[in-house]
């Protein structure tokens, strides 16, 4: 059974750094491309970036600056690190592969001192 | 960046009646290997979003019929025939054609 569940902080300060963790089960990071999308409060869906099942990773070109996608494939984890982080990043945080319609439940990301 | 313009921003339909949402791309979705990289994705309320359709036209596994996509190059449309009340939410055309992938705005369908 597939399953992808983000985990991390609540609450991060301005100008902090965000680490979430997706840990994947059911299926190989080395055979699947994992997204990370994001959505405000009350508003759209936004890409973030990617890792490729080869390892390599895409980055939304407006976030590139600040965010790094890497991964732990002994662990079945992603790891997302966004750094700078502004009150505008405030938003859930989903982790998916998109092609494959499997996504986490989100996890709610609130920026404020 | 690709931008995709949904239309209408919302829509109210009637229980059995069609639902149409466009999609228009700033740029043409068909890639070099002659696919088009263009989703539809529905958001029901506190949930995760769910793929419907890829490839323009494909549903994707478990999507009644009653879902269709449609179009090429820079139009799409997405037609719901006989509006169910699970069919409720956000949808949501997205394109993985150009880099970086981008979603369009989304269309909240409500129920009458």
């Known amino acids: 059974q597939v399953q992808l569940k983000e985990s991390g902080p609540g609450l991060v300060q301005p100008s902090q750094t965000l680490s979430l963790t997706c840990t994947v089960s059911?299926?190989?990071?080395?055979?699947?491309?994992v997204s990370w999308v994001r959505q405000p409060p009350g508003k759209g869906l936004e890409w973030i970036g990617a890792?490729?099942?080869?390892?390599?990773?895409d980055y939304n070109s407006a976030l590139k600056s600040r965010l790094s996608i890497s991964r732990d494939t002994s662990k079945s984890q992603v790891l997302l690190k966004m750094n700078s982080l502004q009150t505008e990043d405030t938003a859930i945080y989903f982790c998916?592969?998109?092609?494959?319609?499997?996504w986490g439940q989100g996890v709610m990301v609130t920026v404020s001192s | 960046d690709v931008v995709l313009t949904q239309t209408p921003v919302s829509l109210s339909v009637t229980l059995g009646d069609q639902a149409s949402i466009s999609c228009r791309s700033s740029?043409?979705?068909?890639?070099?290997?002659?696919?088009?990289?263009l989703e539809w994705y529905l958001q029901k309320p506190g949930q995760s979003p769910q793929l419907l359709i890829y490839?323009?036209?494909n549903r994707f596994s478990g999507v009644p019929d009653r879902f269709i996509g449609s179009g090429s190059g820079t139009d799409f449309t997405l037609k719901i025939s006989r509006v169910e009340p699970e069919d409720l939410g956000v949808y949501y055309c997205?394109?993985?054609?150009?880099?970086?992938?981008?979603f369009g705005s989304g269309t909240k369908l409500e129920i009458k």
């Open positions: 740029q043409s979705l068909e890639y070099s290997d002659g696919y088009t990289y």
């Open positions: 059911g299926f190989s990071l080395t055979s699947y491309t």
């Open positions: 890792i490729w099942s080869g390892g390599s990773t």
């Open positions: 998916t592969v998109l092609r494959e319609d499997y």
């Open positions: 997205f394109q993985a054609t150009h880099d970086p992938p981008t």
């Open positions: 490839g323009v036209s």
